[in-house]
């Protein structure tokens, strides 16, 4: 067992395989139970991490570096307010350029902080989420355009 492993107290657990696409996908669900029940502070959370896995699916299919169990290598080991423009970057050149291409220039996830999720839920306004909440809507399109074509299952 790893020291990492034994210092968080996992030695009786499994670390499970990264999936990316799985957890994309229900970060949104799950986001979209919580906003519409008026739990914001948690939901603007979830929809933080539904982009950024779901830039992280499209990398993954496009090469990006990952150890034995799908987890990135140090320079894409990051959260969406800072993985968007990485995205951008590494999808030059690749098979998922034209999905980065329909990425707008400014990135709404340039406030979420992943540390936020120990924030006061008083910080979070409906109108902080709905824009994270548009964010992810919109790379959940992303995602469903090479799903479409085969490039991503």
């Known amino acids: 067992m790893e020291k990492a492993e034994q210092d968080r107290g996992m030695g009786h657990c499994c670390l499970f395989p990264s999936d990316f696409l799985d957890a994309h996908t229900r970060y949104w669900e799950d986001g979209e139970e919580l906003f519409e029940h008026g ?16 830039l ?4 993954v299919v496009a090469g990006m570096t990952t150890d034995p169990l799908g987890v990135p290598s140090q320079e894409y080991k990051t959260h969406i307010n800072r993985l968007w423009d990485k995205f ?4 030059q050149g690749r098979t998922i350029e034209r999905y980065a291409m329909e990425l707008p220039v400014t990135n709404p996830f340039g406030d979420w902080y992943a540390s936020n999720r120990y924030a006061h839920r008083r910080h979070f306004s409906r109108g902080i989420v709905e824009v994270h909440r548009d964010g992810a809507s919109l ?14 299952q």
């Open 39 to 54: 739990r914001l502070a948690t939901a603007d959370h979830l929809f933080g991490l539904c982009a950024e896995c779901g």
């Open 88 to 91: 951008v970057s590494f999808a």
């Open 56 to 59: 992280k699916a499209l990398m």
């Open 139 to 152: 790379i959940r399109r992303i995602v469903n355009a090479p799903q479409r074509d085969g490039v991503l």
